[in-house]
Each structure stands twice: as C-alpha cells, then as structure tokens.
T-cell receptor, first 114, second 112 residues
Framework: GAVVSQHPSWVICKSGTSVKIECRSL??????MFWYRQFPKQSLMLMAT?????????EQGVEKDKFLINHASLTLSTLTVTSAHPEDSSFYIC??????????FGSGTQLSVL | GESVGLHLPTLSVQEGDNSIINCAYS??????FIWYKQESGKGPQFIID?????DKRQGQRVTVLLNKTVKHLSLQIAATQPGDSAVYFC???????????FGTGTRLTIIP
C-alpha cells in the first residue's frame, strides 16, 4: 500500500522556538495532504488541508499564522509551528490521499514544548 | 453540527473471542465510511472501508456492517489477538467532501 513518511517522530523544543514537521508521500503523488492534531485520549482533529501549489485551507479556530503549511511539491508538505508554547504540545499527524482515494497516514510527530 | 460518535469508549475482550465496536453517525449525506486502528504513539492504520451502497464488507478477520436506516456502523473483529489491542476510530465523508470526520474512538483491550 501507499506509504506516508512523517519526520521527526518526536521533538522537544523550548517555548518561543519554531518547529518544522515534514510529511512525504513515498510512492505516490498527493495533490492534497491533511494535517491533524490529536491530544491524549482524544480523536483526530483536522487542522488544515494542504494543497500543492496553493494556500492551505485552515479549519475554524486554527491560526494560519501560527501553523504555517507549505505544500511545495506533489510529495512533500510541511507544517511549521511558529513561536511554540506549551499548549501547542500535541501529537501531529499528516495524511495523504492515494490514487484509490484511500487516506494514508503518517506515523505522527509528538511535539513537547517546554 | 454533523458528528460521528462511538457508543463505548472502552472495550475489554478475552483473547480468542469476537469483538464488536460500534459507531453512530449523524450526517445523512455520508456515503463512505472507514475504520482505522491506532496504536499508541502511531498514526492511524486503515483497516477496512465501506460505501453506502453496501451493507456489509469482509476483510481478514474483520467485518464492517453499515445500517443506513439508523445511521450505524460497526466493526467486528473475529478471534481477537493481543495485537488487536488499540484505539479504533470510525471516520466518514460524503461525496465531494475530501475531509474525513473522525469519531471519538474506542479503546479495545484484549485480555490474555
């Protein structure tokens, strides 16, 4: 099946710094990728839809200036958490839709902001 | 707003027994449903899907049942194994809507 690679798998950073998370579709092209956030014992909440070559579409309540998304190619989308604060600590997951319309997920990135 | 929810947040099943995880959805326009398995610290893993023109679909040890009349979805896992312990999410979307809506999740624990 299709593989979505997400990197890093975990990151610890100081408050006020920025963190970049990469999401790559390894064996297929994805014009659309999705970014989710998941708090402990909760479901996945869609943050934004990343569109190759255009601006991302953010869900209501998600700050676009804080969560910068860049979908520069058909196989790569990045999420940058700018000026991270402890409340941004969460599990971030990306996904991409394959040719068969199934959604494949990355392995997630655990962000801890000190 | 529209939502997809689960009846039970936790479920414990004896190894070897069958398990059933339920999901209710409210969007009558939903026409595609998916079950995902998420292990601790990992991303969701696709298990099985079903479209609204079907009532039942079977995979390896898993069966998904869809009852559109009552907007109910279930995942049956046969002969459960310790590796089946995880959180299971149902998700749905509708034609023309590329976004998935996830349910709240059920933690399945297999008792040895």
């Amino acid at each position: 099946g299709a593989v979505v690679s997400q990197h890093p798998s975990w990151v610890i950073c100081k408050s006020g710094t920025s963190v970049k998370i990469e999401c790559r579709s390894l064996d297929f092209q994805a014009t659309t990728m999705f970014w989710y956030r998941q708090f402990p014992k909760q479901s996945l909440m869609l943050m934004a839809t990343s569109n190759e070559g255009s601006k991302a579409t953010y869900e209501q309540g998600v700050e676009k200036d804080k969560f910068l998304i860049n979908h520069a190619s058909l196989t790569l989308s990045t999420l940058t958490v700018t000026s991270a604060h402890p409340e941004d600590s969460s599990f971030y997951i990306c996904s991409a839709r394959g040719d068969n319309e199934k959604l494949f997920f990355g392995s997630g990135t655990q962000l801890s902001v000190l | 707003g529209e939502s997809v929810g689960l009846h039970l947040p936790t479920l414990s099943v004896q190894e070897g027994d069958n398990s059933i995880i339920n999901c209710a959805y409210s969007n009558s326009a939903s026409d595609y449903f998916i079950w995902y398995k998420q292990e601790s610290g990992k991303g969701p893993q696709f298990i099985i899907d079903i479209r609204s023109n079907m009532d039942k679909r079977q995979g390896q040890r898993v069966t998904v049942l869809l009852n559109k009349t009552v907007k109910h979805l279930s995942l049956q896992i046969a002969a459960t194994q310790p590796g089946d312990s995880a959180v299971y999410f149902c998700a749905e979307n509708s034609f023309g809507n590329e976004k998935l809506t996830f349910g709240t999740g059920t933690r399945l624990t297999i008792i040895p």
